[in-house]
């Protein structure tokens, strides 16, 4: 797919996730789970990556029981999950957080959480690092806008995260 179509085709898919987060959050009062996958690159679902994110549901519904769901789709950037809970939002990002950090794979897990007011419970509202790089400890934030590491690496990083969870 050449690369403006694609890039297209990307943003149609986050414009659609936030108008339905947008959707949920006005009529949901409680705590609000968004999760998705962090996938780097232009392929989004390589082998492994839906495998991965059913087994990070299951862990966020053990985690925060009584875990709703309330809309679950595919699109270009993968599977993504909207759920409620009635549990307090920052002790809900701190389960998320300890999910995000439960196996190595789990670090392409993307699980944002949201109060019932649609405000989001950060990482900075815990006074907590950034996330770090999928390749060395920097904030990926940092390495991502610095350039610091190529396709190529951040790729093989990728297949080695998930080769645990290809079928």
């Known amino acids: 797919m050449p690369y403006d179509a694609l890039k297209n085709r990307i943003l149609e898919a986050r414009d659609h996730r936030e108008e339905s987060l947008r959707k949920v959050l006005a009529y949901c009062d409680n705590t609000v789970i968004f999760l998705s996958l962090n996938i ?7 082998p492994g990556c839906h495998e991965l994110f059913a087994w990070g ?12 769901p309330l809309y679950r789709s595919v699109d ?6 909207l759920f409620s809970t009635g549990s307090a939002p920052v002790r809900t990002k701190k ?11 789990s670090r392409l897990l993307d699980i944002d959480v949201y109060r019932g007011d649609g405000v989001p419970v950060d990482r900075d509202a ?11 400890p920097e904030p990926a934030r940092e390495c991502i806008r610095l350039g610091r590491h190529n396709s190529g690496e951040l790729l093989r990083r990728v297949h080695e995260l998930l080769a645990p969870f290809r079928p």
């Open 40 to 46: 780097p690159g232009g392929h989004k679902t390589p």
């Open 57 to 68: 549901a299951r862990l966020l519904h053990t985690a925060l029981p009584p875990l709703r």
């Open 76 to 81: 270009e950037l993968g599977p993504w999950a």
């Open 95 to 105: 389960a998320a957080l300890a999910v995000e950090q439960t196996h190595p794979a």
């Open 126 to 136: 815990l006074e907590l690092p950034q996330r770090p790089c999928l390749i060395c």
